[in-house]
């Protein structure tokens, strides 16, 4: 008898279900919140550096494991929150608000409130990246195809974190204070952040968020934590592939590293004021001093020291300190600090008689309301140089959900009418060149700077009042940003604080000389006027 030809289906193991689906999505909330709080360490202030490398990794697990999109959201959420609520902890450092008039048990119920309200707000970033990463159609590995799923893994995650967190995250539409990004963890690696100069701190996100998707491909391929990513387009098999991309990752960041270590020799030679043989051609080198009055706001909202104490004191620290250049905190020379035989009038006074100039933030009635400006004194010209601040700090120069009340508006104008904002770039101009001026958290906006740069600024030079948060973490993340933006656009940075940190930075993002937080004093140090332009700062779309 003939046998028919019998077909034979090969029916392979039935796969296991991964772990992370059997979890509810009330059971994975917690893990993302932890994760989140561990990211957050890498924050300055906290300084764990090396959890910006990996401690992402967790969350593009558990976006593998989300069953629908509303469990994404949620998840990037939490994680967000978790993040925000230790990288932003500095917002407790509101507290005490007697200077508000508010009681201790109410001000720092405000500052909690404040502190929550901020970090609810930010994590809905987090919350818009993890559902984009959940609804994209992604492949493992590095390369694109012409049949779904189309997009990289690799490439997509970290394009769609820069677009969100540089692109969304430092608009005025999203009204946030940016000086948490992931990029200022990294401002003590200073071979790494060279990059920084080519394609901007966005660049150094592209890479650690690159860097945290080959740690979640090699544990989503090699465990059965969450569902595999569809296969490679390079051909080449799951579990070997993902070493390989970690491999490439790590291969390019040493060649990064070593490229980096070359550049910051280039520029201490060519920088270095020991060094006059090497020093950049037709850039003058200038001494400077940083007058850190440590005034609090305490003294300077409930008038517990008088104007001319206040002026006194910066007087005494400003004499005989044998500088061409003195930088002074935000918002020092007020209305009654202009006041004929005032501080104004004894800055005008050094300038001229000991051949200084001066930059120094002041509060100014411009038409009907106010800016939030610095201003030039120079012993060369009467006339005087002015900046106007372009971006308003949300609820302490303009109330984007309106007034909050009488006696707040009374110590802080809240209206969009008290302060103006500046819509045009203008710079300092003194003898040695243009001073790009940034006043309190403009610069942890990159463009605002390299608008100054592509303007003609050759130093740049940021003032702040940081006294509104008492002894918190926000002086260290405000001076990580500034050696980003030192970096950015190969320029010597100064930042001058009332209560710290002052710092003079110079173009390798190397910080030469920093003040102790919280103390009176002078900080000494030299820069140069540089004029040549970083790849970053030509980027005038970026």
């Known amino acids: 008898m003939q046998s028919s030809e019998i077909a034979v289906e090969n029916q392979g193991g039935i796969s296991a279900i991964p772990f992370l689906e059997h979890l509810s999505w009330l059971d994975k909330l917690p893990f993302a919140f932890v994760f989140g709080c561990v990211l957050g360490l890498s924050s300055p202030g906290f300084d764990q550096w090396w959890l910006a490398w ?56 405000a500052a909690a409130l404040a502190w929550i309200l901020e970090s609810l707000h930010q994590s809905l970033l987090f919350a818009a990246f993890a559902l984009m990463v959940f609804c994209l159609p992604l492949r493992a590995g590095y390369f694109p195809y012409f049949r779904r799923p189309f997009f990289p893994f690799l490439f997509s995650v970290p394009i769609i974190w820069v677009f969100l967190l540089w692109a969304v995250g430092t608009s005025e539409v999203f009204v946030g204070m940016p000086v948490n990004q992931l990029a200022y963890s990294q401002c003590r690696q200073t071979d790494f952040i060279q990059i920084a100069k080519i394609g901007g701190s966005g660049l150094i996100d592209f890479f650690l968020v690159l860097a945290n998707a080959c740690v979640a491909e090699v544990f989503i391929e090699t465990s059965m934590l969450a569902r595999r990513l569809p296969e490679r387009s390079d051909q080449i098999a799951a579990r070997v592939g993902c070493w390989v991309d970690a491999a490439i990752v790590l291969a390019v960041v040493l060649v990064m590293r070593q490229w980096g270590a070359e550049q910051v020799h280039e520029i201490a030679n060519a920088t270095r004021p020991d060094n006059p043989a090497n020093v950049v051609a037709g850039s003058p080198t200038v001494p400077v001093g940083v007058i850190q009055g440590n005034v609090t706001i305490e003294e300077d909202r409930l008038k517990t020291t008088s104007a001319s104490e206040i002026d006194r004191r910066y007087t005494s620290l400003s004499r005989n300190l044998g500088v061409s250049l003195l930088a002074y905190p935000e918002g020092l020379v007020t209305a009654s600090q202009m006041a004929p035989d005032m501080l104004l009038g004894h800055l005008k006074g050094i300038a001229v008689h000991e051949k200084k ?24 010209t009467s006339k005087q140089s002015l900046y106007v601040k372009h971006r308003l700090v949300p609820f302490g120069e303009f109330a984007p959900l309106g007034s909050l009340g009488e006696e707040i508006n009374g110590r802080i104008p809240l209206t969009r009418e008290s302060f103006v904002a500046s819509k045009s770039t203008n710079l300092l101009s003194c003898v040695w060149g243009g001073i790009g001026t ?26 702040s009042n940081l006294g509104w948060f008492h002894q918190s973490s926000l002086n260290k993340q405000i001076l990580a940003a500034a050696i980003l933006r030192a970096v950015e656009n190969g320029r010597y940075f100064v930042v001058s604080a009332n209560t710290g940190v002052s710092a003079v930075i110079d173009p390798s993002g190397t910080v030469t000389s920093v003040s102790y937080p919280n103390r009176r004093g002078v900080l000494l140090d030299t820069v140069q006027f540089l004029y040549n332009q970083t790849p970053f700062s030509k980027m005038w779309w970026l």
Do not use: K
Not at 357 to 380: K, W, Y
Not at 439 to 459: M, N
């Open 54 to 109: 990996i401690a992402l990794a967790p969350l593009l697990i558990l976006l593998r494991g989300a069953t629908n999109l509303l469990e994404a959201g949620i998840i990037g959420g939490a994680y967000g929150l978790g993040y925000y609520l230790v990288s932003l902890s500095w917002y407790l450092g509101l507290f005490p608000l007697r200077w508000l008039g508010l009681h201790d048990f109410i001000g720092v119920q």
């Open 438 to 463: 940034s006043i309190c958290i403009e610069l942890v906006y990159p463009r605002l700077i390299s608008d100054e740069v592509r303007h003609g600024a050759s130093l740049l030079i940021n003032i």
């Open 357 to 380: 100039d001066i930059v120094v933030g002041s509060i100014e009635t411009f038409g009907s309301g106010m800016v939030n400006a610095a201003r030039l004194i120079s012993p060369t």
